[in-house]
């Protein structure tokens, strides 16, 4: 146990010795259970991801004391579930519709919260995920602006399996163009396998989980969204 928390607290470390200046360590936790993401926010972490809502408010409860936490949802965000999201969670960085960010604004709204949102975007054919193209984006973008209760500030992508380095390399260049050519800040790209790659092309964000916390106990999906 002495070890396994000494591990955590090592690689944690060193992730950050290892990560440019400009680019913040999102600590996914999904998988695993509440005490690593206290002994992680003891260290000094503020910022976890989570992935699943009916696994992440149970935790948040546990964690309820650490209020210095800022909570990230990551996953396909289900319509139904907005609601618990918007009141749990600060940042979400997996708006890949039109409706969705839209619903998002409109419930930030009755709840009288603000939301910092990015937009999922798939640059590249990937069966297993959503998100806009940039056609899509560029079209939708004056609606997106106008929304009243949701911070845009960012783009967030996912490589798909099996791309060589030098392919996720661009692929990380393409989406850092687009948010710069949308004036949008943060670029949240990058996970355990490939942030140094994403951090070079401009991430802001490299969402870390696996790298992190070791191989994840609880049963969770792989990446779905
Ligand atoms: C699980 C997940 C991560 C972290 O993946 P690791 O390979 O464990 O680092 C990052 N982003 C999203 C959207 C995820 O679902």
Same mark, same amino acid.
């Given at each position: 146990?002495?070890?396994?928390?000494?591990?955590?607290?090592?690689?944690?470390?060193?992730?950050?010795?290892?990560?440019?200046?400009g680019v913040k360590?999102? *600590?996914?936790?999904?998988?695993?259970?509440?005490?690593?993401?206290?002994?992680?926010? @003891?260290?000094?972490?503020? #910022?976890? &991801? %989570?992935? /699943?809502?009916?696994?992440?408010?149970?935790?948040?409860?546990?964690? *309820?004391?650490? *209020?210095?936490?800022?909570? =990230?949802?990551?996953?396909?965000?289900?319509?139904?579930?907005?609601?618990?999201?918007?009141?749990?969670?600060?940042v979400i960085h997996s708006l890949d519709? $039109?409706?969705?960010a839209? /619903?998002?604004?409109?419930? *930030?709204?009755?709840?009288?919260?603000?939301v910092e949102g990015f937009l999922q975007v798939?640059l590249?054919?990937?069966?297993?995920?959503?998100g806009w193209?940039e056609?899509e984006l560029l079209?939708g973008w004056d609606a997106l602006q106008a929304l009243? =209760?949701l911070q845009l500030t960012g783009l967030m992508t996912?490589?798909?399996? &099996?791309?060589?380095?030098? %392919?996720?390399? #661009?692929?990380f260049a393409e989406c850092r163009g687009l948010a710069d050519r949308l004036g949008l800040p943060q670029c949240s790209m &990058?996970?355990?396998?490939?942030?140094? #790659?994403a951090? @070079?092309a401009g991430a802001t964000w490299?969402?870390?989980?696996?790298? $992190?916390? &070791?191989?994840?106990?609880?049963?969770?999906?792989?990446?779905?969204?």
């Amino acid at each position: 146990m002495a070890n396994e928390l000494q591990a955590r607290a090592e690689r944690w470390q060193s992730l950050r010795e290892q990560i440019p200046e400009g680019v913040k360590l999102l *600590a996914v936790s999904k998988g695993h259970p509440a005490e690593p993401i206290r002994q992680l926010a @003891e260290l000094g972490q503020i #910022d976890f &991801g %989570e992935s /699943r809502v009916q696994e992440a408010l149970p935790k948040q409860q546990q964690l *309820a004391d650490l *209020a210095q936490i800022r909570w =990230h949802f990551i996953g396909r965000l289900q319509a139904n579930k907005v609601r618990a999201v918007v009141r749990a969670f600060a940042v979400i960085h997996s708006l890949d519709s $039109l409706a969705l960010a839209q /619903r998002v604004s409109r419930i *930030a709204g009755e709840e009288g919260v603000a939301v910092e949102g990015f937009l999922q975007v798939k640059l590249r054919p990937d069966p297993s995920k959503g998100g806009w193209s940039e056609a899509e984006l560029l079209e939708g973008w004056d609606a997106l602006q106008a929304l009243p =209760h949701l911070q845009l500030t960012g783009l967030m992508t996912m490589a798909p399996l &099996g791309l060589l380095s030098q %392919e996720r390399r #661009d692929l990380f260049a393409e989406c850092r163009g687009l948010a710069d050519r949308l004036g949008l800040p943060q670029c949240s790209m &990058g996970m355990s396998g490939d942030w140094q #790659d994403a951090a @070079e092309a401009g991430a802001t964000w490299v969402r870390v989980g696996s790298a $992190l916390f &070791g191989a994840r106990p609880m049963p969770a999906p792989s990446v779905t969204n």
